[in-house]
């Protein structure tokens, strides 16, 4: 495997040079905001409830300490070194060549159902700008005869749905019976959709340039909502209940495949890894920026936010709890339907609905475009840089480019606010992330270990930061994160396998 050009080398070589981050603060905020997504608000909690509660955080740190933190210093060492996007990374083995492009397409899926989530954040965030939150009561148009207040039972020996399970099914979704029935296209949420690939236009105008201003106010603010629902919910009844149910360990779930695969597919999910953003971040970097300390610091963020986010959530489903009689394992939901259902009925109960809602569902919108700027940038860049000659020759035509991808990923998302499309979101989702990633790393760690050798990927490192990377970071690289990732892959097939029995 021929060496790897550095950045210095590629400069030499390239007359249309590539942008680069002002300082260091904006690729740190930009990778916080990547990693620290709506996964962290939806799946975490989620992940943890169903495996154990407080049990499931020590896999979860070792996934990170072993899989994690390793894959992530080993992607933004290679874009850093040679400060090129995952798919023409690879001209220094082209026989890899498909990994970027297989890495760039499972980012570009994610960046397009990412869209549509933050178009219900928005429509959700706009709809509760009124004096009483739409979801509050079964009186409204969109409404069936099987909806009742307090909580999801029996009605007539039929299931009976709560207000916000009937407000976003039916109004929000208009949801159909399958994914065969694709009925028609909500116009509200059209409205929302060109809203996000209007605003993720804007602020990709000028790449990073652009980015790397706006991502302070992205990256942090999030934080700020997220301890001020913390705080209201505290003060509210069954709140602390719920934190406490949250991480009271079961100790026999660690016993169980089901928890590790868990927490390693968490990983892929939260820090981003694997999937082309990484290396397309950090290949705007300087070139002697420190990764190293990027490596330790972002991993921990992210997984210390996903337990935060944890705690927000739960104690709002303890208050929920408390005000039905009812059990916290009753109400739990994961991914859409935590956070456009259960938190909505769990806040309509809140003093303060209409404040709580807009600040909620704003601050989901924040942190759904945190993710989505860097997921829709890696696939321009990856497309720039493979043809720089014709879209890097001029500042207009780079934009007039990126308008083009804009539109286009709004046209293909248009399938996915249809009536069906929950169900084409949730297909999307389930084909692009996990296994594919998994993939992904196994692939990378080979070729950069094993086929370009672990001490020639040393030296790069030395040559940027001016020290080796320790025996730990080697050790994990060539043999730990490879053989989890194996393991990983396996359980992933032999789920799929006892699924479809």
């Known amino acids: 495997m021929p060496e790897v050009e550095n950045k210095a080398d590629i400069k030499e070589n390239d007359q249309q040079a590539r942008p680069e981050w002002g300082s260091k603060w904006e690729f740190m905020f930009t990778c916080v905001a990547y990693a620290v997504g709506l996964g962290n608000v939806w799946r975490f909690p989620y992940l943890a409830y169903r495996n154990g509660g407080g049990a499931f955080l020590i896999p979860y740190v070792i996934m990170v300490a072993f899989v994690g933190m390793p894959l992530f210093y080993m992607e933004i060492a290679f874009g850093q070194y040679a400060s090129l996007s995952p798919v023409t990374i690879w001209k220094c083995s082209p026989i890899f060549k498909g990994l970027g492009m297989g890495s760039v397409f499972c980012e570009g899926s994610v960046g397009l159902y990412y869209s549509?989530?933050?178009?219900?954040?928005?429509?959700?965030?706009?709809?509760?700008?009124?004096?009483?939150?739409?979801?509050?009561?079964?009186?409204?148009?969109?409404?069936?005869?099987?909806?009742?207040?307090?909580?999801?039972?029996?009605?007539?020996?039929?299931?009976?749905?709560?207000?916000?399970?009937?407000?976003?099914?039916?109004?929000?979704?208009?949801?159909?019976?399958?994914?065969?029935?694709?009925?028609?296209?909500?116009?509200?949420?059209?409205?929302?959709l060109a809203g996000v690939w209007l605003i993720t236009f804007l602020v990709l105008l000028k790449g990073v340039g652009s980015l790397g201003k706006v991502v302070y106010f992205v990256a942090i603010f999030p934080y700020f909502m997220l301890t001020a629902l913390l705080v209201n919910t505290l003060m509210l009844e069954g709140g602390v209940d719920g934190i406490i149910y949250l991480f009271t360990p079961k100790w026999d779930y660690l016993l169980k495949v089901q928890v590790w695969r868990d927490?390693?597919?968490?990983?892929?999910?939260?820090?981003?890894?694997?999937?082309?953003?990484?290396?397309?971040?950090?290949?705007?970097?300087?070139?002697?920026?420190?990764?190293?300390?990027?490596?330790?610091?972002?991993?921990?963020?992210?997984?210390?936010?996903?337990?935060?986010?944890a705690c927000v959530i739960f104690a709002a489903l303890g208050f929920?709890?408390?005000?039905?009689?009812?059990?916290?394992?009753?109400?739990?939901e994961q991914g859409p339907g935590l956070v456009f259902v259960v938190y909505p009925e769990a806040i309509s109960k809140m003093p303060l609905p209409s404040l709580w809602a807009i600040l909620f569902f704003f601050m989901m919108s924040i942190l759904g475009?945190?993710?989505?700027?860097?997921?829709?940038e890696t696939v321009i860049s990856s497309i720039i840089d493979e043809f720089p000659g014709v879209l890097r020759a001029s500042a207009a035509r780079t934009i007039i480019f990126r308008a083009i991808i804009s539109a286009a990923y709004f046209l293909a998302a248009l399938f996915m606010v249809t009536g069906a499309g929950m169900y084409i979101l949730n297909l999307v989702d389930a084909s692009v992330g996990g296994l594919p990633l998994v993939i992904v790393g196994i692939v990378e760690c080979i070729a950069l270990q094993w086929v370009y050798g672990s001490r020639n990927f040393s030296e790069n490192i030395e040559?940027?930061?001016?020290?080796?990377?320790?025996?730990?970071?080697?050790?994990?690289?060539?043999?730990?994160?490879p053989v989890v990732l194996i393991v990983s892959k396996y359980l992933f097939q032999l789920k799929f396998m006892l699924f479809m029995l």
């Open 463 to 481: 040559d940027m930061i001016g020290i080796k990377p320790a025996l730990y970071w080697r050790l994990c690289w060539k043999f730990i994160s």
């Open 320 to 332: 929920m709890a408390a005000e039905n009689n009812a059990r916290i394992e009753d109400i739990a």
């Open 263 to 309: 927490a390693a597919v968490q990983i892929f999910y939260s820090l981003g890894c694997c999937a082309g953003g990484l290396i397309t971040m950090s290949s705007f970097n300087n070139f002697n920026n420190n990764i190293r300390r990027d490596a330790l610091l972002i991993p921990i963020i992210n997984g210390a936010t996903s337990v935060y986010a």
């Open 116 to 192: 549509v989530i933050i178009c219900y954040t928005m429509y959700f965030m706009f709809a509760s700008m009124r004096a009483e939150v739409p979801w509050t009561n079964c009186d409204n148009d969109w409404n069936t005869e099987y909806c009742l207040v307090n909580h999801t039972g029996v009605l007539n020996n039929e299931t009976a749905y709560t207000p916000s399970q009937e407000y976003f099914y039916n109004e929000v979704l208009n949801i159909t019976d399958g994914i065969d029935n694709i009925g028609g296209i909500q116009p509200k949420l059209v409205a929302a």
């Open 369 to 376: 475009f945190g993710s989505q700027f860097s997921h829709v």
